[in-house]
């Protein structure tokens, strides 16, 4: 199974200020025959369901700020806010879907400084 | 709108039984695989089942492997999940959530990210 390791664990930024979560799998989650890497990052807010932000590693969702930015390859991946807002304020999850099962890293927190 | 409704989460002891319901609608349900996923009480979120879009694949998190029973009913809309033998561990917040493809591709099991996710059920598993 493919584990799943998010850093830092917890993460405080000033409004205005870029924020950066890593994350990073046991095994690569790159697909060669398509060159996709096979990786999604989600939003939870305070009491909330997850939300979805980015897809494919760096394919944002309709309607998710152009703030929000995912890249790398492989085994490795960032999530990048470039100017925090206070509705930014959230548990971040990577999640991989290259095989079964599915898994989660174990969130950031990102608060305001 | 899409939407995903959970119910049947509850209090209920150890070694007890409990089934969950997830009911869809804005979408047609049966192109879709559909997922549980539970967040333990100030945890992180842990996949638990998948099911494809005509229950001919589902797959189980180890940790529920043998105990837990993933089903669907197309003509319903509606996603269920039997848990037997129910440990203290199991307590959670059950999200059902909806793959963006059919759980299947080229004859394997296939999945892809979650989107949308419903507001959960409170499964507490106590004596």
């Known amino acids: 199974d493919i584990v799943m390791a998010q850093s830092p664990d917890s993460l405080a930024v000033s409004l205005g200020e870029r924020a950066t979560i890593n994350c990073k799998s046991s095994q690569s989650v790159l697909y060669s025959s398509n060159n996709k890497n096979y990786l999604a990052w989600y939003q939870q807010r305070p009491g909330q369901p997850p939300k979805l932000l980015i897809y494919w590693a760096s394919t944002r969702e309709s309607g998710v700020p152009d703030r929000f930015s995912g890249s790398g390859s492989g085994t490795d991946f960032t999530l990048t806010i470039s100017s925090l807002q206070a509705e930014d304020v959230a548990v971040y999850y990577c999640?991989?879907?290259?095989?079964?099962?599915?898994?989660f890293g174990q969130g950031t927190r990102l608060e305001i400084k | 709108e899409v939407q995903l409704v959970e119910s049947g989460g509850g209090l209920v002891q150890p070694g007890r039984s409990l089934r969950l319901s997830c009911a869809a609608s804005?979408?047609?349900?049966?192109?879709?695989?559909m997922h549980w996923v539970r967040q333990a009480p100030g945890k992180g979120l842990e996949w638990v089942s998948g099911?494809?879009?005509?229950?001919?694949?589902?797959a189980y998190a180890d940790s529920v492997k043998g105990r837990f029973t993933s089903s669907r009913d197309n003509a319903k809309n509606s996603l269920y999940l039997q848990m037997n033998s129910l440990r203290a561990e199991d307590t959670a917040l059950y999200y059902c959530a909806k793959d963006i493809g059919s759980g299947v591709q080229l004859w394997t099991t296939s999945y892809n990210w979650f989107d949308p996710w419903g507001q959960g059920t409170l499964v507490t598993v106590s004596s």
């Open positions: 099911i494809s879009w005509n229950s001919g694949s589902i």
């Open positions: 804005g979408f047609t349900f049966d192109d879709y695989a």
């Open positions: 999640q991989q879907y290259y095989s079964t099962p599915p898994a």
